[in-house]
């Protein structure tokens, strides 16, 4: 039987977090270990989500001390200044905002009028595929508020390969 892939969604409280966290519920090869929300912080899982029955308790901040897959729901700006103490912890990232959006750093401010929190990580662009779930990079840029970097993000736990990586789709500009 392969491994359970141990996921975290830090922010799973907003649109993003709350379809990614219905998605990842159901997938039979991930294990729910935190949810994240300053504004649910303390409430149970089964308050906020009472058909998953799921069982524990919303964190404030996230904990990525064995998490092998962080998926990162949190307003743009926010997720990319955490990115790098949870990829330092050894968790792999998948970002579900803009952060990592564009490949060249400097567009950054061209597009979203502020500078990049971490200019330095970089992700993978293009859509996944099984050649690019063994690369070595440790975060991963979805394309916002699509459902399909979702669905392609979880689908990829299921593989019986361990998680090196996965790539969800990225705009260039």
């Not at 990592?100 to 990580?121: A, C, G, I, S, T």
């Not at 990079?137 to 394309?143: D, F, N």
């Amino acid at each position: 039987m392969p491994k359970m892939v141990k996921a975290a969604v830090a922010g799973a409280n907003g649109y993003a977090g709350m379809t990614l966290v219905n998605l990842l519920a159901r997938h039979p090869g991930v294990q729910l270990s935190q949810l994240t929300s300053r504004s649910y912080a303390g409430k149970a899982y089964s308050e906020v989500f009472p058909l998953l029955g799921l069982k524990g308790e919303f964190r404030a901040e996230p904990d990525p001390e064995g998490i092998d897959v962080m998926f990162s729901c949190l307003p743009h700006n926010v997720g990319a200044g955490k990115a790098a103490g949870w990829i330092a912890a050894g968790a792999r990232v998948i970002d579900m905002s803009a952060d990592f959006r564009l490949q060249d750093p400097k567009q950054y401010p061209v597009w979203y009028r502020q500078e990049h929190p971490q200019p330095d990580l970089r992700s993978l662009p293009g859509l996944p595929r099984p050649i690019l779930w063994s690369t070595p990079s440790r975060a991963s840029a979805g394309p916002g508020g699509h459902l399909a970097s979702g669905s392609i993000s979880a689908r990829s736990t299921s593989r019986s390969a361990p998680i090196r990586s996965v790539a969800t789709a990225t705009f260039r500009s």
